[in-house]
């Protein structure tokens, strides 16, 4: 049988609970000063401990991958910490699709997709001088939101380079991508595509609370006026949400075009975990501006079962766990080539 394995951080306890409840191994990348935190989960079965991630790149890793018949599952602080090219060259079979992974890091490559699913993405703003209205203005990678601002116009922008610059925050030579801002209410919508049923299932919905931006908007605006600071969308925390079931239809149409447009774009195409991340605004109208491809830490919120999960499986299934049923079939039914890369 094959073992499950991920990178202590992001969402690794539940997909490690996700895959004991499958009955299978689990095997957690460790960093040495998080090993007394994941001590404390028994379902976790072994831990390799190292001192940077970047290790799963060397033999003495990977052996132990190998021996276990591990199937590693990418998340958020791989792509934060790993080089497309490190994450493309890691050996152990990753779950889903790795060189999709680019294209969620990069972000020409990532409008380029989005546009080709025809979500309805926002207007990118190719010179700090072509502000217009009001922009955020986000760094590459998964940085999570640390380092983004908003600015209004040309000299806004300068203002709030110059000073996150000055701060450490960013360097002088990043390329930073302008976008306009979409106002609405936040909506990240996770799905999980199945190529063994070729079906895409709807997950569950997040919200993400962001510091420090979320902690200005509870401040009267005389104070908020006041503050010289840049603030932030660092994520901290994530919350439920549930959708006017009028939005479900066009919900699955943007999952079904996304897997569409990914099959043709990056073969083998979005298997396994996704997420569409965006805003609603008044008009119920979705606008799209990331995509996360692969399982989303907002999914942690539904450990025991979301709700629409509820609706297709009789058991509590979180993500976690519904990537180790996958994983176990394929490798029953001799598979697992077609949901590994
Ligand atoms: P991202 O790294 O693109 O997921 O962005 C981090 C956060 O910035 C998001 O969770 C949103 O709160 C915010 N954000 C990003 N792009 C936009 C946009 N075009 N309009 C409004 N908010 C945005």
Redesign the pocket.
């Known amino acids: 049988m094959v073992a499950i394995a991920t990178l202590g951080s992001h969402c690794a306890l539940q997909v490690l609970k996700g895959a004991k409840d499958e009955g299978l191994k689990t095997i957690l990348v460790c960093e040495k000063k998080r090993e007394k935190l994941y001590r404390r989960f028994p379902f976790i079965d072994e831990l390799i401990l190292v001192d940077s991630f970047k290790e799963i790149l060397e033999q003495k890793c990977q052996s132990v991958l190998e021996e276990n018949k591990a199937v590693l599952i990418p998340h958020g602080t791989l792509i934060a910490q790993m080089s497309s090219e490190e994450i493309e060259s890691i050996k152990t079979p990753v779950f889903g699709n790795k060189w999709i992974l680019r294209w969620e890091s990069d972000r020409e490559m990532k409008e380029k997709l989005m546009r080709e699913a025809n979500l309805p993405v926002?207007k990118p703003v190719m010179e700090p001088k072509d502000i217009e209205k009001l922009v955020?203005v986000?760094r590459q990678g998964?940085?999570?939101?640390k380092g983004?601002f908003m600015a209004a116009n040309e000299e806004d922008y300068n203002t709030k380079r110059n000073q996150l610059i000055a701060d450490g925050i960013i360097s002088k030579d990043e390329t930073l991508y302008i976008?306009?801002?979409?106002?609405g209410v936040?909506a990240?919508l996770q799905f999980f595509y199945s190529p063994l049923k070729d079906e895409l299932e709807f997950f569950g919905v997040d919200q993400?609370h962001?510091s420090d931006?979320e902690g200005l908007a509870r401040i009267p605006s005389e104070q908020q006026l006041k503050s010289t600071k840049v603030p932030s969308?660092n994520?901290i925390g994530n919350s439920p949400l549930v959708l006017r079931e009028s939005l479900l239809q066009d919900v699955y149409e943007m999952g079904e075009n996304f897997v569409d447009a990914s099959r043709r774009i990056v073969s083998p195409g979005m298997n396994g975990p996704f997420c569409i991340?965006?805003?609603y605004d008044e008009n119920a109208k979705f606008?799209s501006?990331?995509f996360s491809a692969r399982i989303v830490a907002g999914t942690n919120i539904y450990m025991d079962g979301s709700p629409y999960y509820s609706l297709l499986f009789n058991e509590s299934m979180s993500m976690g766990k519904r990537i180790a049923r996958e994983i176990k079939i394929a490798s029953e039914t001799n598979q697992l080539d077609k949901i590994t890369t």
């Open positions: 926002p955020i986000k998964a940085a999570g939101g983004y976008q306009e801002y979409a106002a936040l990240y993400r962001e931006i969308f994520v991340e965006g805003v606008t501006f990331e």
